[in-house]
């Protein structure tokens, strides 16, 4: 078989009989990943918070104000319980804004009354 029967020979198995197998074969890939994300993902859904010790608003405020200026991220733990007698998760990301009644974290509302504590994050 010479070079040129060679060629012809593959580019005709390349036209005609070879089948992409495309997505398929980086499934495996992809698998453990999300395996991992979704793994994470339950572990931080059914962790129960720590309760902090409870802080007055007036000192909540000011650590909200002031990451809220520097853009740091803080973490808000409010004094809401779930059916269970567990406190709701904390939350944490930056001070998106506030209210009369209220500051919004990441998009969410938490009203000053339902603060229980605020920790700056480092």
């Not at 572990?43 to 000192?59: E, H, R, W, Y």
């Not at 909200?64 to 059916?83: C, G, K, M």
């Not at 009369?100 to 603060?115: H, P």
Request: glycine share 4%; charged share 25%; net charge negative.
């Amino acid at each position: 078989m010479n070079d040129a029967e060679f060629s012809k020979m593959i580019n005709n198995y390349f036209q005609n009989d070879y089948r992409e197998r495309g997505k398929v074969k980086w499934n495996g890939y992809f698998l453990s990943d999300h395996t991992s994300a979704l793994k994470r993902e339950a572990q931080n859904k059914n962790a129960v918070p720590v309760k902090l010790p409870m802080m007055s608003l007036t000192a909540c405020q000011n650590i909200l104000r002031h990451a809220s200026a520097n853009y740091e991220f803080v973490t808000v733990q409010q004094n809401i319980e779930d059916t269970d007698g567990q406190i709701v998760p904390n939350l944490t990301g930056l001070v998106d804004g506030f209210s009369d009644l209220g500051v919004y974290i990441n998009e969410s509302y938490i009203a000053f009354e339902n603060i229980r504590a605020v920790v700056k994050e480092e």
